[in-house]
C-alpha cells in the first residue's frame, strides 16, 4: 500500500475531496441499470445507486441523494473501487470494507483509498452512514443473482 | 432566580463528567432529561424495601406500595390541576396519545369527519391519526402555520368546519419550541363541538400545565422528559370522556370480573385503562420527580430556560456560519443549521467537543414543508444548564467547519 495512504492528513483530503467532488454522482434513466433506493435505514440519509450488471461484471455504478460527508464519500469510494470488478471481486472488496468498519482485520491493499474511513469504526453513530451505499451495491448484486439464478 | 449550581449538585450526571475528552454539556434535554437524586432514590426504595405487585397483596408490603403508587395520581392531579380520577398511567406521552386515537377515535369517528392537525406535530401525534383516519374514512386536515411556523387562535378558526370532530396539536412543538395558546385554541374547537387532543411531551416539563384552565378534552405526556424514568408517563382525560371510552388494552388489574359467557365487568376510570401490572417504580418515579420540579418551580424553569436561550442568541448574534429557525422561540429549544454542512456532520463535530445535541428531523417529518428544510440541529435547554453551556455551544459552532467535522475520524 502506498505510504501516502497511511499519512492522516492526506486520508482527511482524500475524505473531503470525495465528499466534495463525488465520483459517479449522477443517476441515468438507462434502463439496463437497476436501482437501489436506500432510505430506511435512517431517517436522515436517503440516496440512491444504481448499477448495470452484465454478465456477472459491474460495468457501471453511480449514486445520487442527500446524505452527510461519510455515506457521500463512502459511497463515492464504492463506486470507484467496484466498477469493472466482477461481482466475486466486488463481494471481497465489500466484505473487506464492512470489516474494515466493523474494526475487524481487513486487507488494506483491497480498499485502496477507502481506508480513510478506518476512523468511522470507533463511532458507532455513524457506521450507517458510511455502509449505506456498500449496502445499496449489495442489494444490487444479490438482485442481479437471483435473476441469472432464474434463468 | 435558581442557583443553578446547587440544583446541578442533585443529578449524578452532572456531577463532571467527561464525554469524548471534554467535560460533557447535555444540550438534547428535549430528548430525554436527566433524573436527580430524589427520583433515582425513590425508585431504590421501591427495590430495596417495599418491591411488590400493587392492588393484590393483603399483606403490609404490597398495601405500602399500594400507598406510593396512588399517591402519585393525587400529585399529577395537583400538577395539571385535574381530578385524580382522570390520571391515566400510560407508557408515556406516545402510548397516550395512541389511547385516545384509538380507544376514542375509532369508535366515534366516521366517513367524513375530519380530524385537524399541524405539520410542526411529532409523529406519535400524526401516525396514530392518519391510521384512524384510513380505518373509519376520516379526513386529515392541517391548520396552516403561520411564517415562523407557529399555530395560531386565528388559523384554527379558518380551518374549523361543522364536520371537525378533532383538533390534535402540541402545547409545545418538539422542533420550533413554540408555546401554543392552548387555551384560547380549545375554545374555537369546541365552539363546533371538536374534541381537543394536547400532545404535552414537550411542555409539561417546560412551562405551567392547567388543564382545567385550558378546558382541553385529553392532554398526553412523558415522564421522561421531566426528570422521571422513561418508560411512564399520563393521559388525562375528561372524566366523561374517560368513562364513554372502551379500554384499548384488556387483561388483569383492569377488570373487576368475567364470565365465561363473555361478560366482562370493568373497573373503574382510570383503573379500566391499566391492564397488566404496571410500571410500578416508574410511577413512584415520576412522582419524585414532579414533587422535586415543583420544589425548583416551573416559573422559574421557564424563565431560566428563556434566558439562556436570549443569552445564546445574542452571542450567536454575530456569527455569519449558522441559521436559526426559531429566532423568536419562547422556550430552551434552538433550532439551527450550520451553513453548508449537513446536520449529522455538524452535530458530530459538535458531539467531539463534549456537547449532546442532536440532528435530523426530530420525528417531526412533515415540518419541512414549513421551515424548508429537512434536517435541523436542535439544541434544547434545561433549569439545570448554566451560561457557559451556551458559550460551549456556541464555541463548537464557531469552529464548526467542514474540516474539523472530518478530521473527528482521524
Known amino acids: 500500500m502506498s505510504e501516502l495512504l497511511k499519512d492522516p492528513m492526506v486520508l482527511r483530503e482524500i475524505l473531503l475531496d470525495h465528499y466534495e467532488y463525488p465520483h459517479n454522482h449522477k443517476l441515468t434513466d438507462n434502463p439496463a441499470f437497476k436501482e437501489a433506493h436506500m432510505s430506511s435505514e435512517s431517517c436522515i440519509d436517503d440516496i440512491r445507486v ?53 474494526g475487524r482485520e481487513f486487507d488494506e491493499n483491497m480498499l485502496e483509498e477507502a481506508v480513510a474511513l478506518q476512523g468511522v469504526s470507533k463511532q458507532a453513530n455513524r457506521i450507517k452512514c458510511a455502509t449505506i451505499g456498500w449496502h445499496g451495491l449489495e442489494k444490487l448484486i444479490a438482485e442481479s443473482e437471483e435473476e441469472n439464478d432464474g434463468k | 432566580m435558581l442557583d443553578v449550581n446547587t440544583i446541578r449538585k442533585d443529578f449524578p450526571m452532572l456531577d463532571g463528567k467527561l464525554m469524548s475528552g471534554h467535560p460533557l454539556v ?5 430528548a430525554t432529561t436527566f433524573k436527580p437524586n430524589a427520583v433515582i432514590n425513590a425508585i431504590n426504595d421501591f427495590y430495596h424495601n417495599y418491591t411488590s405487585n400493587i392492588h393484590r397483596g393483603e399483606y403490609e408490603l404490597s398495601q405500602k406500595a399500594d400507598t406510593a403508587y396512588d399517591s402519585v395520581r393525587k400529585i399529577v ?42 405539520l410542526a406535530e411529532h409523529a406519535s401525534n400524526v401516525l396514530p391519526w392518519f391510521d384512524v383516519a384510513k380505518k373509519t374514512g376520516a379526513v386529515i386536515r392541517y391548520i396552516d402555520l403561520d411564517e415562523e411556523g407557529r399555530l395560531t ?51 409539561a416539563a417546560h412551562i405551567h400545565t392547567d388543564v382545567k384552565d385550558w378546558d382541553c378534552d385529553f392532554m398526553a405526556f412523558s415522564s421522561h422528559k421531566m426528570c422521571g424514568p422513561s418508560g411512564v408517563g399520563v393521559l388525562y382525560g375528561k372524566k366523561a370522556l374517560l368513562d364513554a371510552m372502551e379500554p384499548f388494552t384488556y387483561g388483569g388489574g383492569s377488570n373487576a370480573r368475567f364470565e365465561k359467557d363473555g361478560t366482562v365487568i370493568l373497573k373503574e376510570t382510570p383503573e379500566k385503562f391499566e391492564s397488566g401490572t404496571p410500571d410500578m417504580e416508574g410511577v413512584i418515579g415520576l412522582g419524585a420527580a414532579l414533587r422535586y420540579i415543583s420544589e425548583v418551580g416551573m416559573e422559574n424553569i421557564s424563565a431560566h430556560e428563556k434566558a439562556l436561550r436570549d443569552y445564546f442568541m445574542n452571542k450567536i448574534a454575530d456569527y455569519d456560519n449558522v441559521e436559526v429557525y426559531n429566532p423568536n422561540g419562547d422556550t430552551g429549544i434552538i433550532a439551527f443549521n450550520v451553513k453548508n454542512i449537513f446536520a449529522q456532520d455538524a452535530a458530530s463535530y459538535i458531539g467531539s467537543q463534549g456537547i449532546a445535541v442532536r440532528s435530523g428531523n426530530h420525528c417531526a417529518k412533515l415540518l419541512h414543508n414549513v421551515i424548508g428544510v429537512t434536517e435541523t440541529i436542535r439544541a434544547s435547554f434545561y433549569f439545570y444548564n448554566t451560561f457557559e453551556d451556551a458559550d460551549r455551544l456556541a464555541e463548537a459552532i464557531k469552529t464548526c467547519t467542514i474540516e474539523n467535522c472530518i478530521g473527528i475520524f482521524f
Do not use: W
Not at chain 2, 26 to 30: A, C, E, I, V
Not at chain 2, 86 to 104: K, M, R
Open chain 1, 50 to 102: 444504481q448499477a448495470k450488471i452484465t454478465d456477472g461484471i459491474i460495468e457501471d455504478v453511480r449514486f445520487d441523494g442527500r446524505a452527510c460527508t461519510i455515506s457521500t464519500a463512502s459511497t463515492s469510494m464504492m463506486t470507484d473501487l467496484v466498477k469493472g470488478k466482477t461481482i466475486a471481486e466486488a463481494k471481497e472488496i465489500m466484505n473487506n470494507y464492512f470489516a474494515m468498519i466493523d
Open chain 2, 153 to 203: 387562535p386565528a388559523a384554527l378558526e379558518k380551518a374549523m368546519t361543522e364536520k371537525v370532530r378533532i383538533v390534535a396539536f402540541a402545547a409545545v412543538t418538539n422542533v420550533l419550541g413554540y408555546i401554543a395558546d392552548v387555551k384560547e385554541l380549545c375554545r374555537i374547537a369546541h365552539e363546533y363541538g371538536a374534541v381537543t387532543v394536547v400532545d404535552a411531551a414537550q411542555s
Open chain 2, 26 to 30: 447535555y444540550l438534547d434535554n428535549s
Open chain 2, 77 to 118: 392531579g395537583g400538577f395539571i390541576n385535574c381530578d385524580e380520577k382522570e390520571v391515566v398511567f400510560t407508557a408515556g406521552a406516545t402510548n397516550g396519545l395512541n389511547i385516545v386515537a384509538y380507544s376514542y377515535g375509532l369508535a366515534n369517528l366516521k366517513a367524513g369527519d375530519e380530524i385537524l392537525i399541524t
